[in-house]
């Protein structure tokens, strides 16, 4: 069994219900829900939240540490929102936000747009895109959605990167 799932995950401020094979988790930010497994258990009680396997195999001992990520994840994304931060890199490299959707011009002979998903709040100066929600899973691929259309390439650097990323640089072809 996992180890995040032997002790308490603690809530706070946060309401966090379960009922009908749906876990609910409700702070100042808003609410998140998530349908739970039928191998695992989540019960709420004063310490916080315990999930643990129904029965003994290797399928609910192993969702028993994916959920517990998954609840700890929801407590804290209601209470601050999640924040992904992506660095445009290239000559003429563009981005730009119309609707709902993101539309970027990063070197390919047309304009590559994208869908916003409905709880991602996405900002952009200059050349950083800055994604927001309280839902880690979708901030986090909706942020490899984006990045997928141009990954930063080794020799110039050009693309599209994590703020964190570090990218490292080949030397290129030398003279004789």
């Not at 876990?23 to 497994?37: A, D, I, P, Q, Y």
């Not at 709040?121 to 990045?147: H, P």
Request: hydrophobic share 40%.
């Amino acid at each position: 069994m996992s180890r995040l799932a032997k002790k308490p995950i603690s809530v706070g401020e946060t309401a966090v219900s379960v009922a009908g094979g749906m876990l609910s988790v409700k702070g100042s930010k808003g609410t998140l829900t998530k349908r739970v497994h039928p191998s695992v258990s989540i019960v709420v009680g004063e310490e916080g939240v315990m999930v643990s396997p129904k029965n003994n195999s290797r399928l609910a001992k192993a969702l028993t540490g994916t959920f517990a990520s998954h609840v700890k994840n929801m407590v804290q994304g209601v209470e601050t929102p999640y924040l992904v931060k992506l660095i445009l890199n290239g000559v003429g490299y563009r981005v730009e936000v119309k609707g709902n959707k993101v539309i970027l011009t990063v070197g390919f002979s047309h304009t590559v747009p994208l869908e916003i998903p409905e709880d991602v709040s996405v900002t952009v100066e200059k050349n950083i895109i800055k994604l927001e929600s309280i839902n880690k899973e979708s901030v986090g691929q909706f942020a490899a959605d984006i990045r997928r259309v141009k990954p930063p390439e080794p020799y110039l650097g050009k693309g599209i990167r994590y703020d964190d990323e570090v990218v490292r640089r080949k030397q290129g072809k030398k003279a004789v």
